[in-house]
């Protein structure tokens, strides 16, 4: 079963760090595109950080230096080490596959989706 799975949401202080898990079935984890998105309520899931199969990853101006994005190949999990949280990173966080190139990673060129984990930041 293709599937993703989220782990690592939680509740911080700004300023704070959290790290997000996404466990791939083998199959999605082989994707050439995986990335993490974010969505609050009323807006558009937005492109937070993305890493293709050679490992070169792009980052949303709003989280460069202070979020990493990487993955243990072997264990087929995609991680987002975020630091130096703020109020406005607050979402439900999303892990995403696809097996195209990462591209302008827009939404629709991911197939496979996991079903979220929320990161709430208070000030």
């Known amino acids: 079963q293709e599937q993703l799975v989220e782990s690592g949401g939680g509740s911080v202080q700004a300023g704070g760090s959290l790290r997000l898990s996404c466990a791939a079935s083998?199959?999605?984890?082989?994707?050439?595109?995986m990335g993490w998105f974010r969505q609050v309520p009323g807006k558009t899931r937005e492109g937070v950080a993305v890493i293709d199969s050679d490992g070169l990853t792009k980052y949303a101006d709003s989280v460069k230096g202070r979020f990493t994005i990487s993955k243990d190949n072997a264990k087929n999990t995609l991680y987002l080490q975020m630091n130096t949280l703020k109020p406005e990173d607050t979402a439900m966080y999303y892990c995403?596959?696809?097996?195209?190139?990462?591209?302008?990673?827009?939404?629709?060129?991911?197939?496979?989706w996991g079903q979220g984990t929320q990161v709430t930041v208070s000030s």
């Open positions: 995403a596959a696809g097996f195209w190139p990462c591209g302008s990673w827009q939404v629709e060129d991911f197939g496979y």
């Open positions: 083998a199959y999605t984890g082989s994707s050439y595109c």
